[in-house]
């Protein structure tokens, strides 16, 4: 992001100073024809940054919070929209827990395909929250959802198979 604010304030300055060497009419073309000469190359600078920072930088994780779980579930939730002559429906799985924030139980969810799930032979759960702190100030980056692993006792995933075929 400071990359950005930099190379604005170099074209700005290029153009005050081009501006300031023309005569009067000339002035204000040539103020406006450094600009979007400046703007042009510092779209180019920016792009390579931004392709480099991609290329050499890599996601991080970081613990940013464990909660101490009192219950825990999956389930799935279904959410859509419905227009006049369209709509979608969409269902993502989801682990449901509660835990105690100091106030009082409160519930909480975090999406299936983000979890790990670790069984340990210590009684009751626990989620640890993971979030993306890779990223760089000079240049702007994307951030990755978050990460969640739940720690729930020994023998708490029922192992089963199931196909449903046509009979």
Same mark, same amino acid.
């Given at each position: 992001?400071?990359?950005?604010? @930099?190379? #604005? +304030?170099?074209? *700005?300055?290029?153009? !005050? ?6 005569? %009067?009419?000339?002035?204000? &073309? ?14 180019? @600078?920016? #792009? +390579?940054?931004? *392709?480099?920072?991609? !290329? ?6 970081? %613990?940013?919070?464990?909660? &101490? ?99």
């Amino acid at each position: 992001m400071w990359l950005m604010v @930099i190379l #604005a +304030v170099i074209v *700005v300055l290029t153009a !005050i100073s081009a501006a300031s060497l023309a005569g %009067s009419y000339e002035k204000l &073309e040539a103020f406006f024809g450094s600009i979007l000469i400046g703007a042009a190359f510092s779209l180019i @600078i920016y #792009a +390579v940054a931004l *392709v480099s920072v991609d !290329i050499f930088t890599h996601t991080k994780y970081e %613990s940013v919070g464990t909660v &101490e779980l009192l219950q825990l579930s999956d389930g799935s939730s279904v959410e859509g929209r419905f227009g006049l002559f369209s709509g979608f429906i969409n269902s993502e799985q989801y682990y449901f827990y509660y835990y105690n924030n100091g106030e009082g139980i409160v519930n909480g969810r975090v999406p299936a395909d983000r979890t790990v799930v670790v069984e340990d032979s210590k009684a009751g759960g626990k989620l640890e929250i993971f979030h993306d702190v890779s990223g760089n100030d000079w240049v702007y980056t994307v951030k990755e959802d978050p990460k969640y692993i739940l720690h729930v006792p020994k023998g708490t995933v029922i192992r089963s198979w199931k196909l449903d075929g046509p009979n």
